[in-house]
């Protein structure tokens, strides 16, 4: 008999698997548990040393404090912002939103109206088009005012980019952009998929106990959703089956995309 296993990242508890298979297997042409990955966590297996009052977070806040801190809780994942996203989300949402801006005035200085060739000969009265252009350009800069907004939004995340980031433990997880903190713990959550659909790409949706849903739409901000969707799956799995609080191994700085 032929077994092959490919797993490099082990949710949890892979020891009585191994066990089982040193026992039976007469030979080894390569185990997952010498892939490099495994043996990087291996060697840190100890994780990094704690305060001797350290106690575990009891909330995501709590979690993000210890970390802002200095004290990386145990078997956490760091997805932080990349900067070319940070810098790309500012400068189109900014753009557009001058662009709007810019539109509407054109439109109040021309009295151009757009689409006005659709309207009814009947309404094509100088009354009913002065409507139809106040109405327009009001609508271009109210969206222009709020695409700016949330450019704008992204200066801080330029000043400091480590303030962002999305936060996995394996009892919490959420996003972080300075002091907005959106997140639950893990014990509120009946499952965790991708959905596309989403304005900036893939969707990261998050449904409850309670059957309302948590949608993340970051797009590849913090990196590939599907890697951060990994990760959560995983402290999920090992909570749902009752594994170590540790799913992920030993903290690794290629845990972190610094951007």
């Given at each position: 008999?032929?077994?092959?296993?490919?797993?490099?990242?082990?949710?949890a508890?892979?020891?009585?698997?191994?066990d089982?298979?040193?026992?039976?297997?007469?030979?080894?042409a390569f185990?997952?548990?010498?892939?490099p990955?495994?043996?990087r966590?291996r060697?840190?297996?100890?994780?990094?040393?704690?305060?001797?009052d350290y106690?575990?977070?009891?909330?995501l806040?709590?979690a993000?404090?210890?970390?802002?801190?200095?004290?990386?809780?145990?078997?956490?994942?760091i997805?932080?912002?990349?900067?070319?996203?940070?810098?790309?989300?500012?400068l189109?949402?900014?753009?557009?939103?001058?662009?709007?801006?810019?539109?509407?005035?054109?439109l109040a200085?021309?009295?151009?109206?757009?689409?006005?060739q659709?309207?009814p000969?009947?309404?094509?009265?100088?009354?009913?088009?002065?409507?139809a252009?106040?109405?327009?350009?009001?609508?271009?800069?109210?969206?222009?005012?709020?695409?700016?907004?949330?450019?704008l939004?992204?200066?801080?995340?330029?000043?400091?980019?480590?303030?962002f980031?999305?936060?996995?433990?394996?009892?919490?997880?959420g996003?972080v952009?300075?002091?907005?903190v959106?997140?639950?713990p893990?014990?509120e959550?009946?499952?965790?998929?991708?959905?596309?659909?989403?304005m900036?790409?893939?969707?990261?949706v998050?449904?409850?106990?309670?059957h309302?849903?948590?949608?993340y739409?970051?797009?590849?901000?913090?990196?590939?959703?599907?890697?951060?969707h990994?990760?959560?799956?995983?402290?999920?799995?090992a909570?749902?089956?009752?594994?170590?609080?540790?799913p992920?191994?030993?903290?690794?700085?290629?845990?972190?995309d610094?951007?």
């Amino acid at each position: 008999m032929r077994v092959v296993l490919k797993a490099p990242l082990v949710a949890a508890a892979g020891k009585p698997l191994l066990d089982a298979i040193r026992e039976r297997a007469t030979s080894a042409a390569f185990g997952f548990d010498q892939l490099p990955t495994v043996n990087r966590r291996r060697a840190l297996a100890q994780g990094p040393s704690l305060p001797q009052d350290y106690h575990p977070p009891t909330s995501l806040r709590d979690a993000v404090h210890q970390l802002r801190g200095g004290t990386t809780p145990p078997g956490a994942a760091i997805f932080r912002a990349r900067t070319g996203a940070i810098w790309a989300n500012l400068l189109s949402l900014a753009g557009a939103g001058a662009f709007l801006v810019a539109g509407s005035v054109f439109l109040a200085a021309t009295g151009t109206v757009i689409g006005g060739q659709f309207l009814p000969r009947a309404w094509s009265t100088p009354l009913v088009l002065l409507i139809a252009t106040a109405v327009e350009a009001v609508v271009a800069a109210a969206f222009g005012v709020w695409f700016i907004v949330l450019g704008l939004r992204w200066v801080r995340a330029v000043r400091d980019p480590n303030g962002f980031f999305f936060l996995v433990t394996p009892d919490y997880f959420g996003e972080v952009r300075g002091d907005r903190v959106k997140g639950l713990p893990f014990a509120e959550v009946s499952s965790i998929s991708t959905e596309s659909g989403g304005m900036l790409g893939l969707e990261l949706v998050v449904k409850l106990r309670d059957h309302s849903k948590l949608t993340y739409d970051f797009g590849k901000i913090y990196g590939p959703v599907r890697d951060i969707h990994s990760y959560m799956l995983a402290a999920h799995n090992a909570r749902a089956s009752q594994h170590p609080s540790t799913p992920f191994g030993a903290r690794m700085e290629g845990d972190v995309d610094a951007g």
